[in-house]
């Protein structure tokens, strides 16, 4: 968290200024720019983009070398030697960036989209409005948007993704996984031993109001925790899965699709075996529902 | 671009845990559709990927390790100074406690007695949104006007749920879920504010 405040001041106080009242205040369009570079990088450096508005496209590749190229309106500066190397654009372009496969990621924007596709490093990708998205198997996410969509799909050791309102869905075969969202909705599609993975390992997905939804494989031995205040929470699991489950609704209704075992007062406590996942799942007043795939 | 309402069957088509007849339906679907073609073909990628995964986490870092060694240190260079010792223990437990607490998921942390241990929890929430809303009234005006809406929007749905949860537990105040819950509308409300507060400054 101190990481990312203190990034601040060089990604969101240019670009916000950009989408903010301050940039309707500059009476001269900004110039036209045309964006063509490459220099030679290690394999395993950090690579850092700031791009207020417009598309950010990061692609993983089996090469030594960042190449950037785009176009847009205001100016870019890059700066830096062959293990760091920085990415600033004052203004808005579409931005694509090659850079090698095991590299380090970050990148902030307020209003452009982020994908990133084929990067196996490490990734810290924040925007307020853009929508992020992840096709690959980083070994770790960090992912942030106010008003986005995140989606992440392939494979994480792990991940952790916030939204205020924007929507997250996590597709693939996942470690660790946190998914934390306002009002938005959380759809988690785990994979498990079916695809080569282990199932999810250690889960925490919470909202506020928006519906969550765990539908995979939970890991052997694996924790994973739902929890809302108001939005529905489905829980669906092959018929199979051994696990202990928790579940406890203040005000809200649970079914139970997976056993014959039925709730109690809000509460439903079940084991379908021993030394299985430990599910818990907490809502105020939404309903609960397990369902066996 | 897959259809939308082909998700499900897609994935386990992938999956390989469909009945004949479905394997069938979604085979004859995939016939004449290119965009779940393409889903299907990345969902087959993933296979690949997924075998290369970590097969168990390890942990971020060692809390305990470097406390310990301060402990062991501070013992070798005077072992007639057990009080220093015991100090060192005590900010050892304090700071596991503490990493404890922020580390723990949010269910389970605020498991607290009923009694002052509580109302102090409430009480630092209730003043880290105060600072922090007052922070954000000062740079408000630096924020895009979709943003502040967007805030203000959700300030009031986590509000609602804030209140809703207080309700609750003034009705049966020594419920520990109720408790849980409360702790974590409200967290959601300071780190939300937080958030809007780093955007804007």
Sequence with gaps: MTRHIACLGLGLGSALGAVGPGAAAQARPAPIIRIEQRWPFAADGSVRIVNPAGRIRVIGWDVDTVAVSGHGAGAFAADGNGSVRKLVVTGRADLEVHLPRGARVWVKSAAADIDVVGVDGTLDLNSVSGAIQVVGTPVDVTAETMDGRVELAGGTGRARVKTVSGSILLRGASVDLGASTLSGTIVVRAAGWQRGGTGVQRGTFESVTGDVRFDGELGRGGIVELESQSGAIHLRVPGTTVADFDLLTIGGSIANGLTSDAPQRGTLRFATGAGGAQVTIRSFKGSISLEAK | ?201
């Design chain 2, 1 to 201: 671009m897959m259809c939308a309402d082909m998700e499900v069957q897609l994935n386990e088509y992938v999956d390989g845990t469909l009945r004949v007849a479905q394997r069938a339906t979604v085979d004859a679907h995939l016939a004449g559709c290119a965009g779940c073609r393409a889903a299907v073909a990345e969902l087959r990628a993933l296979v690949a990927g997924a075998a290369a995964l970590p097969k168990s986490i390890e942990p971020g870092r060692d809390l305990w390790a470097p406390i310990d060694a301060r402990i062991v240190q501070g013992a070798t260079r005077n072992v007639q100074r057990p009080f220093w010792r015991g100090a060192l223990a005590a900010a050892a437990t304090l700071v596991i406690g503490f990493a404890i607490y922020r580390l723990l998921p949010p269910s389970t942390v605020h498991d607290h007695p009923e009694g002052t241990g509580w109302v102090a929890v409430q009480a630092e929430y209730e003043q880290a949104a105060d600072e922090l809303t007052r922070a954000l009234a000062f740079e408000h005006d630096r924020l895009a006007p979709a943003t502040v809406a967007l805030i203000e929007r959700n300030l009031a749905i986590i509000d609602a749920a804030i209140r809703e949860s207080r309700d609750a537990l003034a009705r049966d105040p020594g419920n520990v879920e109720l408790r849980g819950l409360f702790a974590a509308a409200s967290r959601h409300k300071v780190e939300l504010l937080r958030w809007a507060t780093r955007a804007a400054t």
